[in-house]
């Protein structure tokens, strides 16, 4: 693959990509047009193929995902919030627990250094864990390969248990209008994702580039400033290009270099799944939400992967997207101590 010329390769992945794509969606499956870019980016990346997609695009995907999300954002979700914030407090801080137990099992039952084990089972947003992880001494490569692993798992799962969940209700979906007429709200739509994502790079915030436009475009939408408007078409794009970001970072050589605990962090991903999941399911017995938000709300997926199953499904956006910002945010404030302690004390005692 790598001796392709890169038009070519190109055209491979933009061909598999939408035939896989239109092919999940056939089957109405969540986020179709990202697993499909996702799973063919991975297949490729692993054939040896040289692409890859710069930051800039895949900032500026994110800033698009939040002006997705400002659109379904509701402030009714305060007062549940509020009614119950002790429950949801108490599940962000048992998904630290959960993440925290998972790293220092993978470390201890592994050859990874504390700081690799701990940062690459963080589950806050991906690019943000990679991007803090080299402050502290881990390896950058292992914990990227680690985060969007676990990204490609939840994905995944996510993807089936809302179409599980979904049922015969995806037979009867609007049509999708892909090219809608377009007005200045498109164009206030654009510049509001600009400079979100702008000063979201400026302001050195973790997922800063998803985070403001969605805060910034919610208060315009509800208020009704201006009604937010994001083409099915840019979206697609969007979609396609956070898969392709993902998926091409499996590369041979990290691959190779990750093989020999890769059954330890399968387990470790897969573990994390199945306790978040528990919570969830305890979450709906205590919370009037489905159980399709509150296990998107829990999945310990990046910020935009979740926002993009939420979108296709029907579940609660503001709910998931509460939890998903309030968990990140606590992962930054008290992921450096639980690295720490990760790497102090979850090292095989030597015989």
């Known amino acids: ?8 390769q190109w055209l ?4 598999f990509s939408l035939a896989l794509g239109s092919a999940l969606q056939l089957y109405h499956l969540p986020a179709a047009l990202l697993l499909g870019p996702m799973l063919v980016g991975v297949v490729m990346a692993l054939s040896g193929s040289t692409l890859h997609i710069s930051p800039k695009v895949f900032i500026a995907c994110q800033a698009v995902i939040g002006c997705m999300i400002a659109l379904v954002l509701s402030p009714s979700i305060l007062g549940i919030l509020v009614s119950y914030w002790w429950l949801v407090v108490v599940v962000v801080l048992m998904t630290l627990v959960a993440s925290g137990l998972s790293g220092f099992l993978l470390v201890r039952f592994s050859s990874l250094p504390g700081p690799t084990g701990a940062w690459g089972s963080s589950p806050g947003g991906a690019s943000a864990m990679v991007a803090m992880a080299g402050e502290f001494g881990a390896d950058v490569r292992l914990v990227a390969f680690m985060q969007y692993l676990r990204v490609l798992f939840v994905a995944a799962a996510a993807a089936m248990v809302a179409h599980l969940s979904l049922g015969a209700q995806n037979n009867a979906s609007a049509e999708i209008i892909w090219f809608p007429s377009l007005d200045y709200r498109f164009a206030a739509t654009l510049i509001i994702a600009a400079v979100g994502a702008w000063l979201g790079r400026k302001l050195h915030i973790p997922a800063g580039a998803l985070l403001i436009p969605m805060l910034a475009g919610a208060m315009l939408h509800i208020t009704g400033t201006l009604t937010i408007q994001v083409p099915q078409w840019l979206l697609a794009l969007a979609y396609a290009f956070i898969g392709w970001s993902v998926g091409l970072r499996f590369t041979p050589a990290i691959v190779l270099q990750a093989l020999k605990t890769l059954p330890q962090m399968v387990a470790s991903i897969v573990g994390l799944i199945l306790l978040c999941s528990v919570m969830a399911w305890i979450m709906t017995l205590l919370l009037p939400v489905s159980l399709l938000t509150a296990y998107l709300a829990t999945s310990p997926g990046g ?10 499904s029907h579940a ?34 030597v015989a």
């Open 303 to 312: 910020l935009d992967t979740v926002a993009i199953i939420a979108a296709g």
């Open 316 to 349: 609660d956006m503001s709910f998931v997207m509460a939890m998903q910002s309030l968990r990140l945010l606590s992962i930054l404030l008290l992921g450096p101590a639980i690295a720490r302690f990760i790497s102090r004390n979850a090292a095989p005692p």
């Open 12 to 15: 491979i992945l933009l061909f």
């Open 1 to 8: 693959m790598k001796h392709l010329p890169l038009s070519l």
